[in-house]
């Protein structure tokens, strides 16, 4: 095959496989191979620059930065469309009513086709195909002159360089550039990662980035595109509906949207209006309406157009997803964790259908990224049932300097329970340290502790747990001790006989382990391994409580995050007060002997000393087992794990040997040792 064959073949198919990944949603090769297609198509183009034609994928990145977009005058004016600002079904009524007036049509006459699509929230652009290859792409400006952005849109994938099928002398696509709200999620995250501006919606990213001047910056936008109309055509069978218009599109490999209907009448309408309206959430994209158009062309050429807008089509709005109020102030309210959102208290605006008051902030780095400040005019979103936000100040309105604001400075203390509040090192949230006291954390604290790893209290689930809370029965761990019958058994759902069982499930877990009762605690970062290895390390409750961060720190696998968190849950007063009330109230475990800190190589093993060693003396070889942990016994027995013999052994070793238990020298016990 020659070069310029072989050229070709790569185009085509690369552009099979855009359309599959893009338009589709199904690729059809694995990316290593589209990228070895691609670079085999780039070298052929560099070893003969003659074949690099328009519709080439390799032209998709590549131009240089404009000084300035040209203008290109559209050859059919590009129209805007009427909005029905009526969010009800009446705004269907309305429009279907104009346009039976127009057509002259009576109440007897036939219902009007339409057809009815998605409201797209982007930037509407016109694609002219010459022959079949995109020859230029222009914004639609003041509907007669819009600006030249061919270099950007080829950068957008979804859009074919070449028509597929039969090409006409000329065809002009027109659609909606936009951006999912996943792509714009990422490219904000990755814009903050680099330290560059952030986008307030897709709309303003997709618009942003098709007005760059930079092709190689919109390359790395990830913009999608749905056709939805024509402009000028020349020699392409112009179909007798607008369905089939979209059809034709999809056929030629544009992106059409799924969600398009062909409906009669009003109810028609209404009843599209809504479907769409339950759908809209759960779209990849967002959309502040629906658009109804009369299906036949023959009919919308008959309606003409007023001023700018044809008689024969209409936006119908959904109640907006984002307004602009006043941010009053800022508070905190304290989750079941502990953790402290900053929630906005705003000048009451109708957004999302509803009256919105209150928005989260989600934390103090949101609040920084988006430098929001009390006193700030604010956009505010409310996108279906998810909790309204802030999304970002107008700085133009912002009336002189406002001071920044700054979580932990403003509630030093929790607002629920008065604990102090701390911010871990790397971490968002703010949280309460009034774990077992703050009320806010009051269930999920008690669940904790009633846990089945915990202290173990069989039957104390959530269900009785909100009982109890709510009526105020429980407010800490300890008033579970205090329960009696006639308190439980008064509760809904609750026999006697269950009550009993209860009780007795709560007496049975009075007696525990010193690691259950840690994890018990509910100490941010303990874990039931952690709580293991600290009952170890200290072996009374008492040497925990007086442990400061270093002295947490030698505790295997204790680090200074999880020291940090256990000292400032034991520095809460509050907390200290339940745990003294568990002692009283008679909660106990066995207490142990502390272990040393590097401990645990020989702990729990016991082993015995004869004879003597080459150089270490009795003493000093006892101190260092038991600086591991281990114990030296004076007679050998079954629970004897090493003897350790040394010159003139006697009756141990052979009590050992008789036993089969495992005999060491000096090299052996220093291995032993990890010396
Ligand atoms: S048709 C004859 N269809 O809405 C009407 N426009 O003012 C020409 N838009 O910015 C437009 N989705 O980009 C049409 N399915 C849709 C649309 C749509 C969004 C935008 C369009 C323009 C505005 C119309």
Redesign the pocket.
């Known amino acids: 095959m020659d070069a310029v064959a072989r050229a070709a073949a790569l185009r085509a198919e690369i552009a099979r496989h855009d359309h599959a990944y893009y338009v589709l949603d199904a690729p059809t090769v694995p990316d290593a191979e589209y990228d070895r297609l691609f670079r085999e198509l780039q070298a052929l183009e560099t070893a003969h620059p003659e074949l690099r034609t328009a519709d080439s994928p390799t032209q998709r990145v590549g131009g240089r930065p404009l000084s300035q977009f040209a203008p290109v005058r559209h050859r059919v004016p590009m129209?805007?469309?009427r909005t029905e600002t009526d969010t009800e079904a009446s705004g269907a009524d309305a429009f279907d009513a104009r346009v039976r007036r127009e057509l002259g049509l009576a109440d007897a006459d036939a219902r009007v086709e339409y057809a009815a699509?998605?409201?797209?929230d982007g930037l509407?652009i016109n694609l002219r195909y010459e022959d079949g290859v995109l020859v230029q792409a222009a914004t639609?400006g003041d509907g007669e002159t819009g600006e030249d952005v061919t270099q950007n849109i080829r950068t957008v994938r979804a859009i074919p360089l070449r028509l597929k099928g039969t090409a006409p002398a000329v065809l002009e696509v027109r659609g909606?550039v936009y951006m999912r709200r996943d792509d714009f999620e990422q490219l904000n995250a990755r814009q903050l990662a680099a330290g560059e501006k952030t986008f307030v919606n897709p709309r303003n990213a997709a618009a942003g980035s098709i007005r760059q001047l930079d092709p190689a910056v919109a390359a790395k936008r990830p913009l999608s595109f749905f056709a939805?109309?024509l402009g000028e055509t020349i020699g392409w069978p112009v179909p007798a509906t607008h369905a089939e218009v979209l059809d034709a599109l999809q056929a030629h490999g544009f992106p059409v949207c799924e969600h398009r209907a062909v409906l009669s009448g009003a109810a028609g309408l209404a009843d599209f209006h809504a479907r769409i309206a339950a759908l809209r959430d759960a779209l990849p994209f967002d959309i502040d309406g629906v658009?109804y158009k009369v299906n036949s062309l023959a009919l919308q050429q008959q309606l003409g157009f007023v001023t700018r807008e044809?008689r024969w089509?209409v936006?119908h709005k959904y109640p907006a997803q984002e307004a602009v109020t006043l941010l009053r102030d800022i508070e905190v309210q304290v989750g079941r964790t502990g953790a402290l959102t900053p929630v906005a208290r705003l000048e009451p605006v109708f957004v999302g259908g509803v009256t919105v008051t209150n928005a989260t902030l989600h934390n103090q780095d949101e609040i920084d990224r988006k430098d929001v400040r009390i006193g700030d005019w604010v956009i505010v979103r409310r996108a279906g049932d998810v909790i309204p936000e802030v999304v970002a100040p107008v700085p133009e309105r912002r009336a002189g300097e406002l001071p920044r604001f700054d979580l932990l400075a403003r509630f030093p203390r929790c607002p629920v329970c008065g604990s102090h509040v701390v911010r871990g090192m790397d971490e968002a949230v703010a949280r309460c340290t009034g774990g077992l006291f703050c009320p806010a954390q009051r269930k999920q604290a008690l669940l904790h502790f009633a846990g089945r790893r915990a202290m173990d209290i069989d039957g104390l689930g959530e269900k009785l747990v909100d009982q109890l809370v709510d009526a105020a029965i429980v407010k800490t761990p300890v008033d579970i001790y205090r329960l009696g019958i006639l308190a439980l058994a008064n509760l809904e759902r609750m026999g006697e006989k269950s009550a009993q069982n209860l009780l007795a499930a709560i007496e049975k877990s009075r007696h525990t382990t010193l690691a259950r009762f840690i994890f018990a605690l509910g100490i941010r970062n303990v874990g039931e391994a952690t709580a293991r290895d600290l009952a170890r390390h200290f072996g009374k409750l008492d040497a925990l409580l007086a442990a400061d961060e270093a002295a947490l720190q030698q505790v295997p696998d204790v680090g200074p995050i999880v020291a940090k968190s256990i000292v400032e849950f034991l520095g809460e007063p509050h907390n200290r007060e339940v745990i003294e009330q568990l002692r009283a109230a008679g909660v106990s475990w066995q207490e142990g002997e502390p272990k040393d800190a590097v401990s645990g190589r020989l702990a729990g093993r016991t082993l015995v000393l004869t004879g003597t060693l080459p150089t270490l003396s009795r003493e000093e070889a006892k101190a260092m087992i038991e600086g591991q942990g281990g114990k030296v016994a004076g007679s050998v027995s079954k629970k004897t794990d090493y003897v350790v013999a040394g010159e003139e052994a006697g009756s141990k070793l052979a009590k050992a040997q008789e036993l089969g238990i495992t005999i060491l020298d000096e090299p052996g016990l220093m291995a032993l040792l990890g010396n």
């Open positions: 129209l805007s469309i699509e998605l409201k797209f509407a639609r909606e939805y109309g658009v044809p089509a936006a």
